[in-house]
């Protein structure tokens, strides 16, 4: 992943490391992706080999159980700072991770101790993933911005949308189309900001690679007659913020935008497509 955008994918039934992004193949050699393959293969049985130890210290016989190793860098290019991180998970919580700043390795689990003083002793190995860390993965991050700046850096703005199912249900604002990922949706009431009663779903990811993302507000309905309720979203994108004012006519809500048929055939679309 590159600023949130997938440039490559392997998996345990292809066997084969994919480019995700057209500009990504320019970046690399073309024998890039036949010995990342290679490595990969290498990994995959790796995790199957920690994955079976790390069952034994939870005295764990069966299930499904997740491995899981986040690793990469950040470099902001404003400043010239750059962090870098390996962190390793184990059924959904952090497990281990490394402290590149004291070069040693912390773990939050009694299960993790035995790893943790393994990894600390190998100073060559922890010396190694540091200088990967701050140097190497710094300069692919680099190289793959200057291939890709107007990709990563495009802006779309988000077209925004309220509905309600009947009176009594909660107002949805809906939000799609935009990119970079990063937006901010809020209610208010009155022009006041409100949290209690709202809540907010997660962003996801549409076929054109941008984001759509939903926001709940639960009123009574008498409450609808006497305030005004808005929700207003803002985005990188956009040089004011988008504000919609929840309507009422004849005592049935009427959706600022696109009918709401046609929001939900979009909304049970893009969920299909994202889950399937």
């Known amino acids: 992943m590159v600023d949130g955008e997938q440039i490559s994918y392997y998996d345990s039934s292809s066997k084969q490391l994919i480019p995700r992004q057209e500009w990504v193949k320019g970046a690399v050699d073309p024998d890039v992706w036949s010995r990342s393959t290679q490595i990969l293969l290498d990994?995959?049985?790796s995790f199957k080999a920690s994955t079976?130890?790390?069952?034994?210290?939870?005295?764990?016989?069966?299930?499904?159980?997740?491995?899981?190793?986040l690793v990469g860098c950040e470099w902001d290019d404003e400043t010239g700072t750059t962090e870098g991180y390996d962190n390793f998970g184990y059924d959904g919580e952090d497990f281990i991770l490394f402290d590149m700043k004291n070069m040693r390795w912390i773990t939050p689990l009694p299960q993790g101790v035995?790893?943790?003083?393994k990894w600390d002793s190998d100073r060559a190995w922890n010396e190694k993933l540091k200088s990967y860390l701050t140097q190497e993965c710094t300069e692919w991050l680099k190289k793959y911005v200057g291939y890709?700046?107007?990709t990563l850096e495009r802006k779309a703005p988000p077209e925004v949308s309220l509905?309600?199912?009947?009176p009594s249900s909660p107002v949805t604002c809906h939000a799609t189309g935009f990119f970079p990922s990063g937006i901010v949706v809020s209610w208010q009431k009155?022009?006041?900001?409100?949290?209690e009663d709202v809540e907010l779903g997660e962003t996801l990811p549409n076929d054109d690679r941008t984001f759509q993302i939903v926001s709940?507000?639960?009123?009574?309905?008498?409450d609808w007659k006497r305030d005004s309720y808005t929700c207003t979203v803002m985005h990188s994108s956009l040089e004011e913020d988008i504000v919609k004012r929840v309507q009422e006519e004849e005592s049935n809500w009427v959706p600022?935008?696109?009918s709401v048929g046609t929001i939900i055939a979009a909304l049970l679309e893009a969920l299909a497509k994202t889950i399937f």
């Not at 079976?52 to 190793?69: A, I, P, S, W």
């Not at 509905?163 to 009947?166: A, H, S, V």
């Not at 009155?190 to 949290?195: F, P, V």
């Open 163 to 166: 509905f309600q199912r009947d």
């Open 256 to 258: 600022d935008g696109p």
């Open 43 to 45: 990994s995959e049985q």
């Open 216 to 222: 709940h507000l639960r009123v009574k309905p008498e």
């Open 52 to 69: 079976e130890t790390l069952k034994q210290r939870f005295n764990q016989t069966g299930g499904v159980h997740t491995l899981q190793r």
């Open 114 to 117: 035995p790893t943790k003083h």
């Open 190 to 195: 009155n022009g006041e900001d409100l949290y």
């Open 148 to 150: 890709g700046r107007s």
